[in-house]
């Protein structure tokens, strides 16, 4: 198994900070890692993530969890589970505050073979839940 992740403390509610999270056309502007996503952010959709540390790539994933205001997971990989990605996206209301965590977990028999060329995530984690926050806050 492999896994980033990455939490912050947002000063907006979560119905601000989900609107945005929803938003994937707006990604490219607080998000520094994203180059864009294809597809509409819903339940049950395929989305196609397109990100700077592997230019000229689509990832597909599917919105696999969809609890607006609270958590959403994507999910994507190979056939049979030979390798899967799971990203989640939680946020839970502390008062006027709320608290954001992206977190993905790499898995399966193929991450042996494949796990070396997935890049270290742990700066754009930290980037992604900044901008969020950035882009929330304003």
């Not at 492999?2 to 945005?20: G, L, M, N």
């Not at 939680?90 to 790499?106: A, Q, R, S, Y």
């Not at 399966?108 to 073979?113: C, D, N, Q, V």
Request: some cysteine; aromatic content about 10%; charged content about 25%.
């Amino acid at each position: 198994m492999k896994e980033y992740k990455a939490t912050t403390t947002i000063y907006a509610p979560p119905e601000k900070i989900w609107s945005i999270l929803i938003d994937g056309r707006s990604w490219p502007e607080w998000d520094p890692s994203c180059d864009k996503i294809e597809g509409r952010i819903a339940a049950g959709e395929t989305l196609k993530a397109f990100t700077k540390l592997s230019p000229g790539r689509a990832f597909p994933v599917k919105v696999a969890e969809f609890v607006p205001g609270q958590k959403m997971t994507w999910k994507g990989g190979m056939p049979l589970g030979l390798f899967k990605g799971v990203r989640t996206f939680t946020l839970t209301p502390k008062g006027d505050k709320t608290e954001f965590t992206v977190h993905e977990v790499f898995s399966g028999p193929m991450l042996a073979l494949i796990g070396g060329s997935i890049p270290d995530m742990t700066e754009a984690f930290a980037n992604f839940a900044e901008g969020l926050k950035k882009r929330a806050e304003r």
